[in-house]
């Protein structure tokens, strides 16, 4: 392994070298290393890997920082990440190849293939469509119902099961709600059409013609990799902090892909004169690609008078892909977030442009994106804006905004308004038809709640006033959130909570006591 992957490191370089000769980055791009050095300072980024490819060519690749805190190791052009949501195009790109083969059709009804795909309207469960599932407009709100699926044990099966048990918030069709599950059932229903897995399909069809060696679907094939960063997040206390990879193989097509910038360098060849072609080689009919970047569903853009983004005036989301105009040109791009890192990919067809930013921080990090906007200017010869320093100021006033929301919670704190009810009646297991099962329990010095779909993740609750407690759970992504509790006769029967709404779901989940 080490000498394989020494000698894929070398020819790597090698062809690096020839091609940068070949065809110089743009003028506005000849400071780009020490900008993004002195970016990743600022956003306290440990490591990222970027890559742009132009005119069907790899132009730059480089790596910065550290794979871990702490540690020496470097990131370079082959250091793996998770690229979270850009997955989402892959499972896109399979449906349109097996749509172009005959197997399915983007307009079959979603039952056909899955027959236990349910949604809370049975008029929109008939009628949606697998084009529906690939554009985000069956009625939901976004990231609702993510709870259910960010690695916890159930399944595939069991958690389109248990979408029946999301209320709309759109009419069919008539709105636009960032979903995961959705491509995760398109991927699954793909599968079934293929007659084998979305996993191994994405590896065989598409990893593999593409020479995308570092590359992999499943966390267990994690192991297998050397030279792999770790994800770090921003703790509550304010700590840079390396955490360990989350397992969402239960929701693979929406978000499970890890990659490296070489690699998806490739994808983005593919994908970005439209013609799907790399290094000559036909690798998917031009057809299969365009129809993937197709708009399906509007995105509502304020059309002019937009101070951030004048030149944007109209905006979708194709099949996998956002899409808007920009500078008089087309732009498609994708970011994707998941535990501890967060990515960024995009091109723009008429320049045949493409490029891929993969970092190991999450929270509050929009490096990538304006690493994105960084690079798409100097390629349209707009003037100069540093990016990296307007987002950095809005993280600063939406990071202000929250410490004085919290402090708002820290002054209402009082534990002289004494709970209604007893703290030994809160011990028991609480149910909701959507997540499952909630178990608190009471012990001599503390009360720990256990979210039961989700193994291993706890929280220490304490009281803050009244009937409300706060919990603060164990892990980072789950954080800590407010439960109001309800009572009859000094027993509770019930509470709400809603956990990380800024990350994980934001829908409000109600638990009642079962009974004993």
Not at 306 to 319: I, K, M, S, V
Not at 449 to 475: K, M, S, Y
């Amino acid at each position: 392994m080490k000498l394989t992957l020494l000698k894929r490191s070398i020819l790597f370089w090698i062809l690096c070298l020839i091609k940068l000769n070949a065809q110089q980055l743009p003028a506005g791009l000849t400071d780009l290393e020490d900008y993004v050095e002195a970016a990743m300072t600022e956003w306290k980024v440990p490591g990222l890997s970027l890559a742009i490819v132009h005119r069907g060519k790899l132009v730059y690749a480089k790596g910065f920082g550290v794979r871990e805190i702490g540690k020496p190791e470097k990131v370079d052009p082959e250091t793996i990440f998770a690229v979270g949501s850009n997955t989402k195009a892959f499972t896109a790109l399979m449906v349109s190849q097996l749509a172009y083969e005959g197997k399915l059709s983007l307009e079959d009804p979603v039952q056909k293939h899955l027959p236990y795909f349910t949604l809370n309207n049975p008029h929109a469960t008939a009628l949606v469509t697998v084009r529906d599932l690939l554009c985000h407009r069956i009625g939901l709100g976004t990231w609702h119902g993510d709870l259910v699926a960010w690695g916890s044990r159930y399944d595939r099966t069991e958690i389109l099961r248990r979408y029946q048990y999301i209320k709309p918030i759109y009419g069919f069709r008539s709105g636009f709600g960032y979903q995961n599950v959705p491509f995760m059932a398109a991927g699954e229903l793909a599968g079934a059409a293929a007659g084998s897995s979305w996993d191994e399909w994405v590896v065989q069809r598409i990893f593999r013609p593409l020479d995308m060696s570092r590359s992999a679907t499943r966390h267990d094939a994690l192991s297998e990799f050397e030279n792999v960063a770790m994800p770090h997040t921003i703790n509550i206390e304010g700590h840079l902090a390396a955490i360990s990879y989350r397992n969402i193989d239960n929701i693979g097509p929406a978000g499970s892909i890890t990659s490296s910038a070489g690699d998806m360098a490739r994808w983005l060849i593919l994908q970005a004169d439209s013609l799907g072609k790399v290094d000559g080689k036909e690798i998917f009919k031009r057809d299969v690609i365009r129809r993937t970047h197709y708009p399906n569903n509007l995105i509502a853009y304020m059309p002019y008078d937009n101070p951030e983004f004048p030149e944007t005036h109209l905006g979708g989301y194709a099949l996998g892909w956002f899409i808007r105009d920009y500078d008089g040109k087309v732009l498609f791009e994708h970011g994707g977030g998941v535990d501890g890192m967060i990515s960024q990919t995009g091109f723009m067809p008429e320049l045949n442009l493409g490029w891929v930013i993969l970092s190991n921080l999450d929270t509050g990090n929009s490096l990538p994106t304006a690493l994105m906007y960084h690079i798409v200017d100097a390629y349209l010869n707009r003037s100069r804006k540093d990016w990296s320093r307007h987002f950095l100021n809005e993280q600063k006033q939406q990071d202000a905004q929250n410490a004085r929301i919290w402090q708002n919670e820290e002054n209402r704190k009082n534990l002289e308004k004494k709970p209604s009810f007893t703290l030994a009646s809160m011990s028991g297991v609480y149910e909701n038809e959507l997540y499952g099962q909630i178990q608190i329990e009471a012990l001599e010095d503390k009360i720990q709640l256990q979210l039961l779909a989700h193994p291993g993740i706890v929280g220490t609750l304490e009281h803050w006033n009244n009937d409300r407690f706060l919990v603060r759970f164990n892990d980072p992504a789950f954080g800590r959130a407010f439960i109001p509790f309800k009572s009859e006769k000094g027993a509770v029967k019930s509470f709400t909570i809603q956990i990380r709404p800024d990350f994980l779901d934001p829908l409000v989940y109600f638990f009642t006591k079962k009974m004993e």
